[in-house]
């Protein structure tokens, strides 16, 4: 699977941000997709999970009723819904898929190329 995230940006604290990730490769729909991030001098952090049926979806408690993961598998898309986001909220955004749903990272598979969002106060 060839995942590329889209949609970083600079916004101000309490503004909005949507996240896309387009998947192309392997069959989308067999895999899981994961939102993660990294701020500098910090290790990567989950964000975000949903299955690959859109049944199930799990959040860090850092972002729990901010952030909204969701897929459309007609279009292989995965997105992030980011709102009242905060200056800690700024970090590289990585998408990435996995076989067997997991918040964490070295249990997925596929990774994109990461998108920068910014958030200042």
């Not at 729909?29 to 939102?35: Q, V």
């Not at 992030?80 to 990272?105: F, H, V």
Request: glycine share 10%.
């Amino acid at each position: 699977v060839q995942l590329q995230a889209s949609g970083g940006g600079l916004v101000q604290a309490g503004g909005s941000l949507r996240l896309s990730c387009a998947a192309s490769g392997r069959t989308f729909n067999n895999y899981h997709m994961g939102w993660f991030r990294q701020a500098p001098g910090k290790e990567r952090e989950f964000v975000a999970s949903i299955t690959w049926n859109s049944v199930s979806t799990i959040y860090a408690d850092s972002v729990k009723g901010r952030f909204t993961v969701s897929r459309g598998n007609a279009k292989n898309t995965v997105y992030l819904q980011m709102n009242s986001l905060k200056p800690e909220d700024t970090a590289i955004y990585y998408c990435a898929a996995t076989r067997g749903w997991s918040t964490r990272a070295y249990d997925y598979e596929y990774w994109g190329q990461g998108t920068q969002v910014t958030v200042s106060s």
